[in-house]
């Protein structure tokens, strides 16, 4: 009979020496399974990172919620994927000079007094869409227009 198969009867009366060969295969069986998860979760990651070097190489311009929709992954994973190109490649990862941001700002706040002139009549949740920014950074835009 198979050792797998064996009842719990049976194995009460197993040497010591059997018992802890079994306890070493199970534990050897769960690392090699654990590693082979890890390397799937290590490999996934490359494949994100390159992936998103190639969409940044590719649309420079694209906000990271952009990213983040064209890739399916989280915002803040775009985020940290991001860094990590930043700290492989120099600034040529991701956008990172203050003064493009600062530029990038300024464009979509003119967008912004132009939507609010041409269209009075659209909602907040649309100018969002159409300066693709959350309604947050809307309100911030808002404020600085006003004051």
Not at 26 to 34: D, F, G, L, P, S
Request: charge should be positive.
């Amino acid at each position: 009979m198979p050792k797998s198969y064996r009842s719990s009867v049976e194995r009460r009366f197993e040497s010591e020496e059997e018992r802890e060969t079994r306890r070493e295969a199970v534990i050897r069986k769960a690392e090699e399974e654990a590693y082979t998860g890890f390397d799937k979760l290590v490999e996934q990651k490359k494949e994100n990172l390159d992936r998103l070097y190639k969409v940044v190489q590719e649309h420079p311009d694209w906000t990271r919620s952009e990213l983040a929709k064209h890739l399916r992954i989280s915002i803040r994973t775009v985020y940290r994927y991001g860094q990590e190109l930043r700290k492989m490649y120099g600034a040529g990862g991701m956008k990172t000079s203050l003064s493009e941001q600062i530029q990038q700002k300024k464009k979509r706040i003119a967008k912004l007094v132009k939507l609010l002139k041409t269209h009075p009549e659209y909602s907040r949740r649309r100018l969002c869409e159409e300066l693709k920014v959350s309604q947050k950074t809307l309100y911030s835009y808002l404020g600085e227009i006003e004051g």
